[in-house]
T-cell receptor, first 116, second 109 residues
Framework: DGGITQSPKYLFRKEGQNVTLSCEQN?????MYWYRQDPGQGLRLIYY???????QKGDIAEGYSVSREKKESFPLTVTSAQKNPTAFYLC???????????????FGEGSRLTVL | KNEVEQSPQNLTAQEGEFITINCSYS?????LHWLQQHPGGGIVSLFM???GKKKHGRLIATINIQEKHSSLHITASHPRDSAVYIC???????????FGKGTKLSVIP
């Protein structure tokens, strides 16, 4: 079955450590996204990529890094520079809409990161 | 930047009731997504629409581009509909979405 897989589901990190969240899709989608969700707030875009080897910063990119070496994979690294990394992280992918807008979104199950 | 307002923020309904969730946005868009987030955190896309009306089973989504407003309706609500419903407009020519804060729906048997 086609879908999008995130791992790990739960992750604990000590302050000062970098962690990498995995996101893999087999939907043949060009576009992939990383969002952060905090209680009581809407999803906020961290990074997005529309094509392999290219990605753009979203609204809250500071303290995060990504790579897009393969179409299927879009890992997110939460670096020690991210001051408040405890949050729920969601990866998504989509096709391109015919009018130049985001097609239907498919989400992973999310990764819950807690900094100890 | 697109400002997105959803109402109500919280909604409790009796099983079988007709539900309406509203979404207003400030900037012209190409399309609008309705999403459902389950208590465990997973998100599912319900609709993507750019005009008119779409229907999937008991769910109906409408959009009025001129008035910058969309509604999600649930007919014959059921406890399994309990979730957070999120609207997300996509700006014209943009691959970025702006997400509303969501409407938390609880359907009581």
């Amino acid at each position: 079955d086609g879908g999008i897989t995130q791992s790990p589901k739960y992750l604990f990190r000590k302050e000062g450590q970098n962690v990498t969240l995995s996101c893999e899709q087999n939907l043949n989608h060009d576009a992939m996204y990383w969002y952060r969700q905090d209680p009581g707030q809407g999803l906020r875009l961290i990074y997005y990529s529309q094509i392999v080897n290219d990605f753009q910063k979203g609204d809250i990119a500071e303290g995060y890094s990504v790579s897009r070496e393969k179409k299927e994979s879009f890992p997110l690294t939460v670096t020690s520079a991210q001051k408040n990394p405890t949050a729920f992280y969601l990866c998504a992918s989509s096709s391109r809409g015919s009018g130049g807008y985001t097609g239907e979104l498919f989400f992973g199950e999310g990764s819950r990161l807690t900094v100890l | 930047k697109n400002e997105v307002e959803q109402s109500p923020q919280n909604l409790t309904a009796q099983e079988g009731e007709f539900i309406t969730i509203n979404c207003s946005y400030s900037v012209g868009i190409s399309a609008l997504h309705w999403l459902q987030q389950h208590p465990g955190g997973g998100i599912v896309s319900l609709f993507m629409l750019s005009s008119g009306k779409k229907k999937h089973g008991r769910l109906i989504a409408t959009i009025n581009i001129q008035e910058k407003h969309s509604s999600l309706h649930i007919t014959a609500s059921h406890p399994r509909d309990s979730a957070v419903y999120i609207c997300a407009p996509s700006g014209a020519g943009s691959y970025q979405l702006t997400f509303g804060k969501g409407t938390k729906l609880s359907v009581i048997p």
